[in-house]
């Protein structure tokens, strides 16, 4: 049993099979095997993946059960991603996030732990994911991969196949559209405004 111990995430679990090697296909005598490649860069894609989770939603669980989600569908699709993964699997975590903050929010939550314990920046990451579901498509990638993920802006229009350019076209369109809904104020006075 392969363990990563920044999360004690088995990998058994998530890729389904021995060492995180083999996959099942729904048919038990079926299994395809995850290349080396992908257990190798397993922990720094876990690292991102949860990073950005839990930067949408608060909560180590919740993004611990995202990152291993955005990674199996990583695995699978291994053979399209393995020279750039990163910012596949950012967007995959990302689009995750925001539909399990959009599912909970649905359901009554009870806290799971003492009362008097409540996550002092729910208000705002409620607004945020709203904010970041009212952007255009290539606005919200943009935003979640450099301002989410922390790619510098060269990783993003690689990830993003586009050039230079137009992610920070997009980053200050996104950023803009985003304090508009979020009512910060407009002016940025040049500063790089990044996720805490």
Known sequence: MTWYNA?????????????????????????????RSFE????DLY????????????DRSDAEDVAQEALARAALRWSRLHERPEGWVSRVAA????DRYRRRRRQPHIPAGPLGVVDARLGERGD???ALRKL??????????????????????????????????QASRGLSSLRRHLGAPTDTDGDDVRAS
């Open 47 to 58: 690292r991102l993946a949860y990073r950005v989770a839990f930067r949408i939603l608060g």
């Open 7 to 35: 999360h004690q995430v088995d990998l058994t679990d998530t890729l389904g099979g021995a060492h995180g090697c083999e996959e099942h296909l729904g048919d038990p005598g079926m299994t395809r095997t995850v290349p």
């Open 128 to 130: 945020l994911v709203a």
């Open 95 to 98: 689009n995750q996030a925001i």
């Open 136 to 169: 255009p498509r290539r606005q919200r990638e943009v935003v979640v991969l450099r301002y989410l993920a922390d790619f510098s802006e060269a990783d993003v229009a690689l990830a993003l196949g586009c050039s230079v350019g137009a992610v920070k076209s």
């Open 40 to 43: 190798l860069a397993f922990p």
